[in-house]
């Protein structure tokens, strides 16, 4: 974007032909025009985002700090070539056989590695088979994660996950470094292999968590069908002082991206339900909000039923039920049969009930009044959000769907759910 007018990419291309015959902008000839087209492109996708309000204004990277990288497409690079020189190439992972590269990224991280990422199409990655089970999981401190029940071999026998606390085995290696650094002159080449210290301990603490986050995410989609899980905010939950170094050690943002995406490849199923549910407070039993429930109160009895909750497991409890209930109509039908991506109502998904209340015909998805309901489908309460207060309304559902059962609610506990 130039002079506050919107631009394509054929502009800017053009743009920089013009930039590298300039004496301040001479440098770009030293590197080749692929990288730099790609970068163009990357800038427009931003940009086109930006625009449509999907994302925020594209910042500049910085020399300095930013991660310095080149993208090469398909015309701008040799595979299986002949060098004058061998590498010293250590592989992550063998290609398959016949696989061609359509775009090679060459990187160096803050610790000074190089990386070549490739990226090819991979046929072998296909649907697992559909298995019969649904969870809930509800990301902790303590905890890495609690379940709404126990999967053998992901928690114990309470549905828990430990967390591993990848930064605190290296907490003091850390802070003697970051002080040793802090000591040295800026622009010094002391200064230099200092930083390098550093980012080498950050570098084996990211991996040690991206590769225990990998491990389970890949057991919890092959032992699972649906994964219902809390849409936290973690940008503001780093707010919070004493608890932000906790909670970035734990990683529940890279947890959910990692999740999403291969339950994509694995035709799994990932709902989120609204951060302003209150799981940790809500008795999974009869449906009571216990609003004086402090944070570090991990057990509480209900005053109502008188069932005894762990906060973790009993908000596990209510997230799952939560979930599940946004699949189901009025009727109790799934929303979204046999795998099927949200879209359009089709067929037998659309219209009202058939026949009369007497003599209940066969229903299809729609609305149902509490009498029209048949005997044999059970009614239970669901979440709803109207004008700003919680509502109690009513969803048929299957005798396998949990319910939540809530009524009343205070202006501005919003975006529990969209019920009706």
């Not at 080149?70 to 590498?87: D, H, I, Q």
């Not at 890495?144 to 071999?153: E, F, I, K, M, Y």
């Not at 470094?177 to 990211?206: D, E, F, M, P």
């Not at 969803?395 to 319910?403: N, R």
Request: aromatic share 6%.
């Amino acid at each position: 974007m130039v002079d506050r007018r919107r631009t394509t990419y054929v502009q800017s291309s053009r743009w920089l032909t013009d930039w590298k015959r300039t004496q301040e902008l001479a440098f770009l000839n030293e590197v080749p025009s692929v990288p730099l087209q790609q970068t163009l492109r990357h800038l427009q996708a931003g940009l086109a985002a930006f625009w449509d309000k999907r994302a925020r204004y594209p910042r500049f990277n910085s020399r300095r700090k930013s991660r310095a990288s080149a993208e090469y497409t398909r015309s701008a690079f040799r595979w299986r070539g002949k060098m004058n020189t061998p590498l010293n190439i250590v592989w992550s992972r063998p290609l398959r056989e016949g696989a061609e590269p359509s775009t090679v990224t060459v990187s160096r991280d803050a610790a000074g590695r190089w990386f070549v990422s490739l990226l090819v199409e991979d046929q072998t990655v296909k649907p697992l088979p559909p298995v019969a089970g649904e969870v809930g999981v509800d990301a902790g401190i303590t905890s890495l994660l609690t379940l709404s029940h126990p999967v053998p071999g992901i928690s114990d026998e309470e549905g828990k996950v430990a967390n591993p606390r990848d930064g605190q085995a290296d907490r003091r290696k850390l802070a003697k470094a970051q002080r040793n650094l802090a000591r040295k002159q800026k622009g010094s080449n002391n200064r230099a292999k200092a930083r390098l210290t550093v980012a080498r301990i950050h570098a084996r603490i990211a991996h040690r968590r991206s590769d225990h986050l990998h491990k389970l995410t890949t057991r919890l989609v092959r032992e699972t069908q649906t994964v219902v899980i809390e849409d936290l905010s973690v940008r503001h939950m780093l707010r919070n002082r004493r608890l932000a170094c906790v909670i970035f050690d734990a990683g529940s943002g890279q947890f959910r991206s990692i999740l999403e995406y291969k339950a994509a490849w694995y035709g799994r199923e990932v709902i989120p339900v609204g951060r302003w549910l209150p799981s940790s407070k809500t008795c999974s039993g009869c449906g009571r909000i216990n609003t004086t429930l402090a944070l570090n109160v991990r057990t509480w009895t209900c005053p109502d039923c008188g069932t005894e909750h762990d906060q973790d497991i009993s908000a596990d409890r209510n997230v799952l039920a939560a979930g599940l209930a946004e699949r189901y109509n009025a009727c109790g039908a799934d929303i979204r049969p046999q795998g099927r991506p949200p879209g359009k109502a089709v067929g037998d998904e659309t219209g009202n009930l058939t026949g009369d209340r007497e003599n209940p015909g066969p229903f299809r998805a729609g609305r149902m009044s509490k009498d029209s309901c048949p005997a044999d489908v059970m009614r239970r309460p669901r979440w709803g959000c109207r004008k700003g207060r919680i509502q109690r309304v009513v969803v048929a559902v299957g005798e396998d769907l949990l319910g939540l059962h809530a009524s009343g609610g205070q202006r501005g506990d919003r975006g529990l759910s969209h019920g009706r």
